[in-house]
């Protein structure tokens, strides 16, 4: 599966912004779809996951009540919609696959990932 994230930009501190992840090649079923950030000298990080099939979402515990992960079968595409955003937002967020037959307990870390999108860059700014 191909992947393709867009919705990045400049956004003041307070402010929101959707990422998109829409999928090419094939559907997501079978898979779970997840949303990492790096931010410069930083390790990537998990932020959120949907399984495609079921509809559960896992977040990071930091991002809890601040984003929502969600799916639209008619697109094909899963959102990430984020709120609230601080400076220390700030990354290149990646959208990233992989099949949910590996369970849930993978679904938090980027290794367990094959697939990846491009990364869209946040900058929140002051």
């Known amino acids: 599966v191909q992947l393709q994230a867009s919705g990045g930009g400049l956004v003041q501190a307070g402010g929101s912004l959707r990422l998109s992840c829409a999928a090419s090649?094939?559907?997501?079923?079978?898979?779970?779809v997840g949303w990492f950030r790096q931010a410069p000298g930083k390790e990537r990080e998990f932020v959120a996951t949907i399984n495609w099939n079921s509809g559960s979402t896992y977040y990071a515990d930091s991002e809890k009540g601040r984003v929502t992960i969600a799916g639209d079968n008619a697109k094909n595409t899963v959102y990430l919609q984020m709120n609230s955003l601080r400076p220390e937002d700030t990354a290149v967020y990646y959208c990233a696959a992989t099949l949910t037959k590996y369970g849930s307990s993978s679904y938090y870390m980027a290794r367990q990932f094959s697939y990846w999108g491009q990364g869209t860059q946040v900058t929140v700014s002051s």
């Open positions: 090649g094939r559907t997501f079923s079978s898979y779970a």
